[in-house]
């Protein structure tokens, strides 16, 4: 049964354009192709990356964030509480106010001490500013933006993409393109795997489909010798990454001037790479380009597919920075990052406590009450004012 599906997936008119086949693809006389088993080799290169990453974060890292003034914020502990506990991790980091009484009676608890019991148990699950410095990936974005940068560009192809259907799918595989794919693929394989134990940001789901779609892309790209277009592809993404990655980690360190100045030119290189160049130059080319020789076939409507919901990606990713943009020219300056979570303060919400008490459910107010004016200290007070008044 696994030799009948491996036949039935290999077969020519998935991978390969109308009447070529596989065995035109073979290695001989010197001339070397691209061949769907070399990519095995990425799965243990994950792996290594993986451990280098750890390392990294460790031993160079973590003292790096210090060096540079990083400094996580002091965090006031929760008192334990079964029951509270008990309903953060089943029920919901944060419970309405009909929950939130009920909660307090249960625990013998004001309604605002446990409004603060869940807001400091949020807070204990927040990633510390040490470990987001620590999981930055600048260092390799920039490394495999100069990297392929260097492998394409004495390439026809990076110049005019129209190249890279230039006796396709004939095209021989040079050594340099290889490792560059082979380390890209190795390197977002590595995130997938520690996906789960990075710092969770609104995107999430976003960043999932992307790295899927990100692997897919360079399988099946290098399985069809899309080789040319596929390294486009990644060229692109990396020449704006590792601008974002090092505007993080200055916005770690509290450089507040030179993080605005670098997410102006994140945000500029962003929309002109994904937004201008990649419909323009990459969709266009695959769309209409790629089968001005040849009929379309599957791989042309699955790549095409992929690369238009990495497009749908980078929309979506691009009103985030406009959000990011449009406050930074409302109030002079970059709100923190929109994909992650705010650190929840005690000050601000008992400030805001104090100027409106909170309104129980029976109607009674959580703040302190007015004194009276006509009991008998008050009464007192008056005697003795009056007393002063007329000595005086």
């Known amino acids: 049964m696994l ?3 491996n036949e039935w997936f290999w077969q020519d008119r998935f991978w390969l354009p109308p009447n070529v086949t596989w065995t035109e693809l073979e290695d001989r006389d010197g001339r070397v192709y691209p061949h769907p088993q070399d990519l095995l080799a990425a799965l243990p290169l994950a792996l290594v990356l993986l451990a280098m990453r750890l390392a990294f974060e460790r031993f160079i890292g973590l003292p790096l964030s210090r060096w540079l003034g990083v400094r996580d914020q002091t965090r006031r502990q929760v008192k334990p509480n079964a029951t509270l506990e008990k309903h953060f991790l089943t029920e919901g980091h944060r419970p309405k106010e009909p929950q939130l009484s009920l909660l307090a ?10 409004q603060r019991w869940f807001r400091r148990r949020r807070n204990q699950d927040r990633p510390q500013l040490t470990k987001k410095f620590c999981e930055a990936r600048f260092l390799f974005y920039l490394s495999s933006f100069v990297g392929g940068l260097s492998v394409l560009y004495h390439e026809s192809w990076l110049w005019a993409p129209v190249m890279c259907w230039d006796r396709y799918p004939n095209q021989t595989l040079k050594p340099s393109l290889y490792w560059w794919y082979l380390l890209e693929l190795g390197f977002y394989l590595s995130l997938l795997i520690r996906l ?6 609104k995107d999430f789901k976003e960043q999932v489909i992307h790295h899927f779609v990100a692997v897919i892309l360079m399988t099946f790209s290098y399985s069809a010798n899309l080789l040319r277009i596929g390294s486009l592809v990644l060229l692109l993404h990396d020449s704006s990454d590792y601008l974002l990655e090092a505007c993080k980690m200055v916005n770690y360190m509290q450089y507040q001037q030179v993080c605005d100045a670098l997410f102006l030119i994140f945000s500029f290189v962003f929309f002109y790479t994904r937004l201008v160049l990649f419909p323009t130059q990459i969709l266009y080319t695959t769309y209409y380009e790629s089968i001005s020789n040849r009929g379309p ?3 042309y409507y699955f790549f095409n597919g992929l690369l238009m919901l990495l497009q749908l990606l ?10 990011m943009l449009y406050s930074f020219m409302k109030k002079g300056q ?19 406590a104090a100027q409106e008490p909170l309104q129980l459910k029976n109607g009674a107010a959580g703040g302190p009450r007015p004194a009276p004016t006509d009991g008998p200290r008050s009464r007192v007070a008056g005697r003795l004012t009056n007393r002063h008044t007329t000595a005086t």
């Open 105 to 114: 009676a249960q625990c013998g608890l004001t309604l605002q001490q446990t």
């Open 196 to 201: 789960p134990f990075d710092v969770k940001r």
């Open 297 to 299: 076939f599957f791989g």
């Open 314 to 323: 980078h929309v979506f990713w691009s009103c985030l920075i406009l959000r």
């Open 3 to 5: 030799s009948s599906f």
């Open 334 to 352: 970059m709100e923190k990052d929109i994909r992650s979570d705010v650190e929840e303060s005690d000050s601000s919400e008992e400030a805001a």
